[in-house]
């Protein structure tokens, strides 16, 4: 089965920092682009940061220069290094990865979410 299962998400003091992992899991031949989107409560959900497989960073311009994503290849995994947090940062964050999947030798590419995780910033 394919997913994408995060973790880190917390409650932080503004100031703070919280790093998340989001791990791609199953029978997945490659990964192309990879990304965070965040979700506030009444809010549309909105890209927070993006990387592409050759490493081509895009970020919100609302987290740029607090925020830092990643990825870790070969362990089919992309991070998100959340420093500075504020309380407007409060959201779920939902991680995004379009997954390249074999049907026989066909490779096809699918897009994915994960379950999302409760980031929490305190005033």
């Known amino acids: 089965q394919v997913q994408l299962v995060e973790s880190g998400g917390g409650l932080v003091q503004a100031g703070g920092s919280l790093r998340l992992s989001c791990a791609a899991s199953g029978s997945i031949f490659s990964i192309n682009g990879m990304g965070w989107y965040c979700q506030a409560p009444g809010a549309q959900r909105e890209l927070v940061a993006h990387?592409?497989?050759?490493?081509?960073?895009k970020y919100a311009d609302s987290v740029k220069g607090r925020f830092t994503i990643s990825r870790d290849n070969a362990k089919k995994t992309v991070y998100l290094q959340m420093n500075s947090l504020k309380p407007e940062d409060t959201a779920v964050y939902y991680c995004?990865?379009?997954?390249?999947?074999?049907?026989?030798?066909?490779?096809?590419?699918?897009?994915?979410w994960g379950q999302g995780t409760q980031v929490t910033v305190s005033s």
């Open positions: 995004h990865a379009n997954l390249v999947i074999l049907t026989g030798t066909t490779p096809y590419e699918y897009s994915y």
């Open positions: 990387i592409t497989s050759d490493g081509r960073l």
